[in-house]
């Protein structure tokens, strides 16, 4: 992931999802577009059946966990550090080893922190089992730079997090850095900022290429069914042919062959399964698959300083518009060195998870929003049915929905199915009769029942 990030965003939510759309717009224009053709046909039938379970969830939880958890955050004369405190304190490998015999994380509880995901209303979960630090969170036979053999804890939590997950229904997905600030063999030339904790002259990528593949295939062959390979280079291999150096198709083809159903991002160098802009939503939706990753508060590990979290708020708006474009949100927390997600991220996810029970239907298997423009918020579909997310309510009990053609069966509250609304046809625009009081008070979801396939007019304001 990069370094730099945002702090959660203030004012009026559409005005925040209406930055936040022009800045992707502006990346998107500056040449920074989506990876979104699949390294295969996209439109294949087995890239279809590959990602129908990706396209239906929507909502996952990514953890970045790892021994930089340790410092918490401080090194030094600063406090801002997290994951990448091994570059940005400019710590050698030697010293940067001392993390690991200070990581027991004996209160952690993978069931809990799966119930938890689960809970949230989250489908699927996506952790690191090696960020750029070099340092493999699960038990590799090809490094002794591991969890089971570098630190005192001596239980695999990629195991335990796999069957828990199993358990609860959730899809358990694998993170793994292309960079390693650790392994002698990759090049210093090729990390961000030409960085390595112990810069070996004679790095000859290739070696690490092949150690790379044997730890793919060592997540692919130890840990049951993995839903996706996320991988990231963190702005690494800069202006250099990455795909070719990294042997990226090799890599993906190893992939589907050890397991088909396995999904990859598009952080190789390559076009692939699906796009993954990071901390910023996309100004409109798209015909191929993407996933919006943020962080909940302002850094992706642990840093104890930061309590700088996003509100329940914030979070089910963004992932109303992300949906209403497509989309997935893959929304992360970092655990402390002992185990535990944050008080502050566990509040959060609870009071995300309380809209999702009664609302979760609006999200899970819909599609992007036949509207160019919702004035009153977002729009998901599905066959037959359009989810009017809320957010601004009108106060004189009047919901206009500008550009519908569809003849409006019924209406209704999702959270109260049993009342239905009164609809009205009108002049290019349909108006639903609405309670006074906008009775969830951050995204109240009104259902319109339509015959046939949604028909907006093309002159919608």
Known sequence: MTRVQQSSPHGPILHRLWLNGLA???LVWGGFGLHTAAAQ???SPSNEKRTEWFRNDKFGLFVHWGIYSVPAGEWKDRKDHAE????TGNIPSAEYERFAPGFNPVKFD????VQLAKDA???YLVITSKHHDGFCMYDSK???YDILQATPFGRDPMKELAAACNQAGLKFCFYYSVVDWHYSDFPAKYSQRGFHGNPNPNADLDKYVEYMKGQVRELLSNYGPIGIMWFDGGGSFNKQPMAELIHAQEIIDMIHKLQPMCIVNDRLGLPADYGTPEQRIPGQASKDLFEVCMTLNRHWGYNKNDQDWKSPETILCNLADIAGKGGNYLLNVGPTAEGTIPEGSVRTLREVGKWMKVNGESIYGTTASPFAKTPWGRCTAKSGKLYLHVFDWPTDGKLAVPGLRNKVT???????????CTVTPGNAQVTVAVPQEMPDKIDTVVVLEIQGDPQVSSAQP
């Open 41 to 43: 046909d996209a439109s």
């Open 84 to 87: 990448w405190i091994m570059l």
């Open 142 to 144: 090809l490094t002794e």
């Open 121 to 123: 209303g989250m489908k």
């Open 410 to 420: 019924k209406a209704y509250l999702l959270a109260a199915s049993d009342k239905p």
């Open 110 to 113: 993978a069931k809990e922190w």
């Open 24 to 26: 992707w717009s502006v």
